[in-house]
């Protein structure tokens, strides 16, 4: 095994402040936490009351994680299949290790047509690559489409959910948003636009309208490929997806390799369980599916780029590869109680909230200060493992991963082996955890430790000096009780089997 | 190295560690979630169907193939239609009561032309109960996929009990992969501000849906 000590940030480079630091300011903005709830705890209640409607969820969710690991066992033969599929349909099929080569293809692509200007439908794959940056430097435009995107794009702001990216804000911002900014790139904002969401949902119509109708080129991403048809799906509400989707000559789909499942039958299970996951509804108002092209209805020209991006590193994780089961419903970001006090921004990633805190750190390595701090934002309070219709469990993996982090390890970044060493702030934890080790093998010095420890309870400090100090910052030191365990079993029983 | 040459020799690098498995996939997934949730009669289905499009939204019309006519011309009348896109396949006598001018479905339009007519009338390829949803496939009696979309006013046309199915695997089960397939639900809607559901941001802001039979 080669291994090679990886001490900068490999790809992309974030530089993003860790998590504890981005969520204390987000904590202390009242706006923001109150938005949060607000939407967190409505779409809570209603994603509960929809998955009551199917008796058999749980055997829904069981087929789903079967499917989704089988797949991920078997990636290879379902892409070789899905790329047939694809291209006996009239598509062409590209492949990206990375960001810049898929960037580099999509321009590539969009040149060829030359156009200098693409609709987007909301996708969390061009948005992990950053296209739309990468796209403006090679003289294009990219328009996003979805109401919470554009509100996002003109607030040159950035998501903070998966499924409504501007949960952060409330109507009276967006108002302003709109006021402002949407004469910069395009039609303004009707006269004496108020904050009603149906007046902003019209803006956002008219304002959209006269690009779906002018548009060349779309990009979109998918929800699901099917390997043995070569069909790709897109779930969505607004409609801007089927604009984007169907109105232009060319359509470009930007996808991580781990979209795919084997057959169409395994659409029954994913179409029952994303829309009640995501929106709480029995199903979300639209939903397209293509395969390849079809003559004189929709794109003649169909291009898909599958895309890497340090999947293939996070498969090579035994413990860490179920991340890729993830179908991005965000049912786990509703419930999650650090999610809803620190918000999206504080993850630093496209994808925040408990599967962002375990997703991140893989495809990026755990190697910069907020993918570090990443698998520490979770309380494993274990709610985000139950509401998962694929049953990720993603306390194990944050587990998993802070232990990378502290005692560091061998790990696959780029597709190569690379050792990496335990991060310089858990010095202490580790120093306290060889004490630990030492003092639970030698009974004498414990027993003679607890015993003192109790004798002096009432000197104790209620926080710890030195290191210790930030821990104790946001926790309160346990009380010492008076007798240890281990005295009062002997006490009470005398060494003998409480049973008898 | 070619990018896919690259990605598939990570990917089988990764899993050097899973074990060789033959299992055929239907065995490895177990199916034994329903095939549909609940017990109903045909008629219970398809007023199953007639509720959650009406929970979501949609106008729910119910009419015989005798009326069907009157009922589309009167639609038309009351949303002051000026003109309406039709499907090349769609049953002539379906728009034989109203005089609205008809608008063909044709390759050469532009999202322009589109976006100047008022409504659309199109049949659907099965209507699901459970989830309230109505699929096109494009075949003739639907048309392209955009007509369904630009307008802002939809009237769709399925036929009870013949096109109704209970679940999302039923309906799966009937449709062919390689055709473009719309799932509708309801119109065009949003939650995107404060989760508040508003209809209509970009598809049609209003569709009524003629169960007939």
Known sequence: MSGTFIGMPVFPPPTHPAFPKAAREAV????????????????RAKRAKAVAELSDWDRLREAGRLIKDHTLRHLERHLLRLE????????????????????RIVAGLVK????????KVKSMATQEIGLNEALEAEGIRAYETDLAELIVQLGKDRPSHILVPAIHRNRGEIRDIFREEMGRWGRPAPEGLTDTPAELAEAARLHLREKFL?????????????????????????????????????????????????TWRDLEVFLQTLPRSSTAERMNPYTSMWTGTTDEDGPSAFHLVLLDNGRTDTLADQVGRQALRCIRCSACLNVCPVYERAGGHAYGSVYPGPIGAILSPQLRG???????????????????????PVAIDIPEVLVHLRERVVEGGVTVRQGNKVVLKPAKGHAAERAAMRAAR???????????????????????????PGPGKAWSGTRDLPAVPAEPFRDWWQRTHGGKDGAE | MSGRERILGRVRRALADVPPDDTPYEQVVRRDYLREHGDRTVGQTVELLAENLADYRAVVHRCTEGELPSLIARLLTEREAGSVLVPPGLETGWLAGTRVTRVADRAESTPDDLDRVDSVVTACAVAIAETGTLVLDGGPDQGRRRISLVPDHHICVVRVPEQVVSSVPQALERLDPGRPLTWISGPSATSDIELDRVEGVHGPRTLEVVLVG
């Open chain 1, 28 to 43: 202390r903005n009242p706006t923001l936490r109150g938005n949060l709830r607000h939407a967190t705890h409505t779409i």
């Open chain 1, 84 to 103: 047939e599929s694809v291209t006996a349909a009239g598509g062409t099929v590209h492949w990206a290790a990375d960001a810049d080569e898929a960037n």
């Open chain 1, 112 to 119: 060829a047509t030359g156009e200098s200007e693409v609709v």
């Open chain 1, 214 to 262: 002018r548009a060349k080129v779309g990009i979109s991403g998918a929800n699901f490929m099917v390997a043995e048809t070569g069909t790709l799906v897109v779930v969505e509400s607004e409609g801007n997806g089927r604009m984007c989707l169907t109105l232009p000559e060319t359509l470009i789909s930007v996808v991580g390799i781990e979209k795919v499942v084997p």
């Open chain 1, 366 to 388: 755990t190697e910069s200060e907020i993918d570090a701090s990443l698998p520490y934002a979770s309380s494993l309070c274990g709610a985000c493992y139950e509401v998962c």
């Open chain 1, 438 to 464: 030492w003092t639970f093998s030698h009974p004498g010095a414990l027993r003679t430790g607890q015993r003192l420890a109790s004798r002096t309870r009432r000197l104790q400090p209620r926080t710890l």
